[in-house]
């Protein structure tokens, strides 16, 4: 190539050609990205409900057995135990976890579990919420109303929950405070045989609170 055409000299190219290759060997050196790799989870262990049964039963070298009949029969291997309750078609379920060693029973154990889940669903229905209802009276309440008031009471106390007796006072009402007394004690004695106080009258401000509950 005519050097005069390129307008510079051999020395001038030669230099331009050695200083700029180190500098883009040397950028592409230092910007090299290095991916991390972030260290994988391990996957949740998956809890289940209720005893542990079959191959689910680990760290236990011997078992107390007790087998479909329901016959003892002492301490064996844990796989043998396994293998008698294979061969019978059922499962081995661990009963007594905390025995030392654990007791295991040869049953069925989707039976099992829906007749357990069939007794938690029947415990529940019978475990009653005790409430507490309150009912509202006034000093100079007439016998109508009262009488409505403690039906209401009684009905709550046959269903079991309790009763918080809120008495107010109004106005120029704080003046006669023992009326309000006495009302409350009325309703104590009328609603003794079915009910016992589990907090005595309590004056707040304006208002005279007592808390009863039905008998056992």
């Known amino acids: 190539m005519d050097q005069d055409y390129l307008g510079l000299k051999p020395a001038?190219?030669?230099?331009?050609?050695?200083?700029?290759?180190?500098?883009?060997?040397?950028?592409?050196?230092?910007?090299?990205?290095i991916a991390i790799r972030r260290p994988?989870?391990?996957?949740p262990v998956p809890t289940k409900d209720g005893p542990r049964a079959n191959r689910d039963?680990?760290?236990?070298r011997d078992v107390q057995?007790?087998?479909?009949?329901?016959?003892?029969?002492?301490?064996?291997?844990?796989?043998?135990?396994?293998?008698?309750?294979?061969?019978?078609?059922?499962?081995?379920v661990e009963i007594v976890p905390n025995a030392t060693p654990p007791v295991c029973k040869i049953?069925?154990?989707?039976?099992?579990?829906?007749?357990?889940?069939?007794?938690?669903?029947?415990?529940r229905k019978k475990q009653k919420v005790v409430e507490i209802k309150e009912i509202k009276l006034r000093p100079g309440i007439d016998d109508h109303d009262y009488e409505t008031k403690m039906k209401a009471?009684?009905?709550?106390?046959?269903?079991?929950?309790?009763?918080?007796?809120?008495?107010?006072y109004r106005g120029r009402e704080?003046?006669?405070?023992?009326?309000?007394?006495?009302?409350?004690?009325?309703?104590?004695?009328?609603?003794?045989?079915i009910s016992k106080v589990e907090a005595e009258p309590l004056l707040e401000?304006?208002?005279?609170t007592m808390i009863m509950a039905p008998k056992a």
Do not use: S
């Open 12 to 33: 001038v190219i030669c230099w331009e050609i050695v200083y700029r290759l180190p500098v883009t060997l040397q950028r592409d050196a230092t910007e090299e990205i």
């Open 40 to 43: 994988m989870r391990a996957a």
């Open 57 to 60: 039963i680990r760290g236990v």
């Open 65 to 92: 057995l007790i087998d479909d009949t329901g016959t003892n029969r002492g301490v064996v291997t844990f796989f043998d135990a396994l293998e008698m309750a294979e061969q019978a078609g059922l499962d081995l």
């Open 107 to 123: 049953l069925d154990y989707g039976k099992f579990r829906f007749l357990e889940q069939k007794k938690a669903a029947e415990a």
């Open 153 to 168: 009471v009684r009905r709550f106390f046959e269903e079991g929950d309790k009763v918080k007796i809120t008495l107010r």
């Open 174 to 193: 704080m003046a006669h405070q023992d009326l309000g007394m006495k009302l409350l004690e009325r309703v104590k004695i009328e609603m003794a045989e």
């Open 205 to 208: 401000g304006r208002q005279m």
